[in-house]
């Protein structure tokens, strides 16, 4: 059965850093790519991060440039989003989903984690 599951998520201080995790089974990551996206209460979920399966490709959403990055280990069949300079605007509920190859389209991504909870506040 192909599942994803997050974790790693929690509470932290405004400039503070967290790291999650998107475990894949029923599937390896060697052809697919992986996205994190997140939802924030009142708002519509949005792309954060993805990384590529063909050539390891990553892609940042403008709003977390220089301040995340997306990681994969095929090994371990994980997928990883460090987050460093956590602000306020970054507490949402982060899901990650998977697509065929590559991250050339968000509207693609199926397979949808259950989310993990990332709340920034002092």
């Known amino acids: 059965q192909v599942q994803l599951v997050e974790s790693g998520g929690g509470l932290v201080q405004p400039g503070g850093s967290l790291r999650l995790s998107c475990a894949a089974s029923?599937?390896?990551?060697?052809?697919?790519?992986i996205g994190w996206f997140r939802q924030a209460p009142g708002k519509e979920r949005e792309g954060v991060s993805c990384?590529?399966?063909?050539?390891?490709?990553?892609y940042y959403a403008d709003s977390v440039k220089g301040r995340f990055t997306i990681s994969r280990d095929n090994a371990k069949n994980t997928v990883y989003l460090q987050m460093n300079s956590l602000k306020p605007e970054d507490t949402a509920v982060y899901y990650c989903?998977?697509?065929?190859?590559?991250?050339?389209?968000?509207?693609?991504?199926?397979?949808w984690g259950q989310g993990t909870q990332v709340t920034v506040s002092s």
């Open positions: 989903a998977r697509a065929y190859h590559d991250c050339s389209d968000y509207d693609l991504f199926g397979s």
């Open positions: 029923g599937f390896t990551l060697d052809y697919y790519a």
């Open positions: 990384i590529s399966s063909s050539d390891g490709s990553t």
